[in-house]
């Protein structure tokens, strides 16, 4: 079975660039989770979604971040303009949310290694 | 709001030492707790779960963790570590809400280096 894919997986970019990152969750999961790691900061939850709605977007640094989820299958993350100190692996992940079903394991993507210069 | 705390930032072990990880969260309510694994380049792996029943939950790859509801912890522990546990280990919460849809927050990861 295909796991989280995210793409792309190594991005190199500079300062004022758009970034996208794009992730397709496992087929059947109705919840979407954006997560940056750093050495400094960890594993931060920027955004999730249930089921194509965001429900938390505490997390997103400032409105240079934006993340969208137009349907169950896709969801992308937005940078603009980007900067040195978004450098970071951003890691979606997806499992199934609700109160009948699911056991709240989330599953991984292998992570957007992004760096800024 | 629910957070959680790893103690342990740094630990070096010798092979066949015993390993034991910290972890503390905070938050009123029913909880799921997680572990997952972090190998060097790779992406987070579930290692086990807690979500209701026996508090001694018994992972892959011989881990197992101890829910304490009274001192809000679920310690990862392991008798005996190998070279090829050297990782990231991160313990996670989902508070437990009437749907199960609350996010999941993550410690700040403790790194586990094995010397063979």
């Known amino acids: 079975d295909a796991g989280v894919i995210q793409s792309p997986r190594h991005e190199v970019t500079e300062m004022g660039q758009e970034v996208t990152l794009r992730c397709k969750p496992i087929?059947?999961?109705?919840?979407l989770f954006w997560y940056r790691q750093t050495m400094m900061r960890g594993l931060e939850l920027l955004i999730y979604?249930?089921?194509?709605?965001?429900?938390?977007d505490s997390g997103m640094p400032e409105d240079r971040f934006s993340a969208k989820m137009p349907n169950a299958s896709f969801s992308t993350l937005k940078i603009q303009p980007s900067e040195p100190r978004d450098s970071a692996v951003y890691f979606c992940?997806?499992?199934?949310?609700?109160?009948?079903?699911?056991?709240?394991?989330?599953?991984f993507g292998e992570g957007s290694r992004l760096t800024v210069l | 709001a629910q957070s959680v705390s790893q103690h342990n930032h740094h630990v070096i072990l010798s092979e066949a030492a015993s390993l034991e990880l910290g972890c503390n969260y905070s938050?009123?309510?029913?909880?799921?707790l997680f572990w997952y694994v972090q190998y060097p380049g790779q992406h987070l792996q579930l290692l086990l779960k807690?979500?209701?029943?026996?508090?001694l939950v018994k992972g892959i790859k011989g881990f197992e963790a101890e829910f304490i509801k009274s001192k809000f912890s679920f310690n990862l522990r392991k008798p005996s570590v190998q070279w090829s546990d050297t990782a990231e280990y991160f313990c996670?919460?989902?508070?437990?809400?009437?749907?199960?849809?609350?996010?999941?927050?993550f410690g700040q990861g403790t790194t586990l280096q094995v010397k063979p």
């Open positions: 979604f249930n089921n194509n709605v965001p429900i938390d």
């Open positions: 996670a919460v989902n508070a437990k809400g009437s749907s199960n849809t609350g996010k999941l927050i």
């Open positions: 807690y979500f209701s029943g026996d508090p």
């Open positions: 938050y009123g309510g029913t909880v799921n």
């Open positions: 992940a997806s499992r199934i949310a609700g109160v009948l079903s699911g056991t709240g394991e989330l599953f």
């Open positions: 087929s059947g999961h109705n919840s």
